[in-house]
């Protein structure tokens, strides 16, 4: 029987939900699917014991030298070890929930990450950090490492499309809300459930869901829902004014069946807010959408010292860009692009970026959006959009508060003033500050049309609704995947 148990900390809850076939951890507001949670918590384990592991593994290579002349590293180099090893492929998106797990693009993101890893730990070592342990010992260790990484996330990649890694749901409703399951075509968004069928109710548009999907609960939902071991009942009812099963839901409830919104249900698989099916109401009542003194504090710090990291490292590519920018377009043209764009509250600010099109690209001052193989752009301007380059010099907007860190895409206002028009809740994106990466940025490529941005605004709302400091670094940690691999990049 399906269970809960949770530990109240100051700004969240850290807990798990377990039943007799699936398991759902929370760490604060987000949600963890199983295959990625033990990926990396066995992830975690095997780095631990790679550094000892080495030392056994070179103490049997060598056997004319003393065992006892090797000597078990030291807790502090061993949380290092693991930290770098951990951190690295975390951020070459070994650990996303939404990659999308073909075997060559694991090895990939794990043979890159055992470089880089070897690398950093290289120089520490270099630099007197662990300095008894030899290089051979750290090359040892992370091929050990890397190699119990590989087959750790390729086993789980192929357990996770079992059914015992899904959830088995049902749904409650066949109309226009219970059809909007049947829009998710990505496999990543259906990773983690299964739907045994859709009960129909009163009320309903009986034509927008298959009827071979419907199932019959004439014994009463408690008693089908046990039959089939469904785990969930999702409520996507259109109208709820029309024999609403209160009595039944409860009694599910009450066995140990968890009882899901739609709304809620689709933003936990999906990692966004479903414009289709949200009301204001939901928006109102639903938890979320907060954000005290004392977040948007440590945000502001959170940004300043992000920004000042991302400056240090990033000034190389930033001089390069200067100086090929000025050799292909001239000495006398700007380097520099400034851009009105709108901000937290409907405020404009000038967003700074290096220039990646000709000088004359909106001569006519219309502004147009980014087209794939955009004429309008350099070449030194396709260099710098694909890895992201252009991007660097909003960190004077986020110096000045007028940016974040992390946030929504900020929006030039004639987009702006269109959409709000024509899409509803897409004023709210701009209840925070808009930021040089995001929720959206990572989770969807580049949008270029009125249909992408209806598209991000579902992810901006979820960060909206759920942005914490542990959200803003995955993004930041995340958003390293989306520069290697250039998604995204126009």
Known sequence: MPAYIGLRLTSGWLGVEHGDRFLVARIFKHPWQLSILWCSLLALVCLAISPGLAIWLLAIADPAKEISSYRFPDWDLIFIFVLVHYSIPAALGLYHSRQRGMMLSIFFRVLVGAVCSWAVLSFMLHWGLGSDFSVRWLLV???????????????????????????????????????????????????????????????????????????????????????HMVDEVVVAMDDRRLNFPMHELLSCRLDGIRVTELIDFLERETGKVFLDVINPSWIVFSGGFSNGRMHALLERVADLVASSLLLVVTSPLMLIAFIAIKIEDGFSAPVLYGQIRVGAHDKRFRLFKFRSMRVDAESDGQAVWAKPQDARITRVGKIIRGLRVDELPQIINVFRGEMSFVGPRPERPEFYERLEQKVPYYRERTQVKPGITGWAQICYPYGSSDKDAVEKLQYDLYYIKNHDLLLYFLIILQTVEVILWRKGAR
């Open 141 to 227: 260790a992370s091929v050990l490492a890397s190699l119990q990484l590989l087959a750790i996330r390729m086993v789980l990649e192929k357990l996770s499309q079992r059914e015992w890694f899904k959830k088995k749901v049902v749904i409650l409703g066949v109309g226009r809300r219970a059809a909007a399951l049947l829009k998710l075509r990505r496999r990543t968004d259906r990773r983690g459930f299964k739907i045994i069928g859709f009960i129909p109710c009163d009320g309903d548009d009986k034509n927008l869901v298959p009827r071979e999907l419907w199932v019959s609960a004439e014994q009463g939902l408690v008693q089908y829902c046990s039959d």
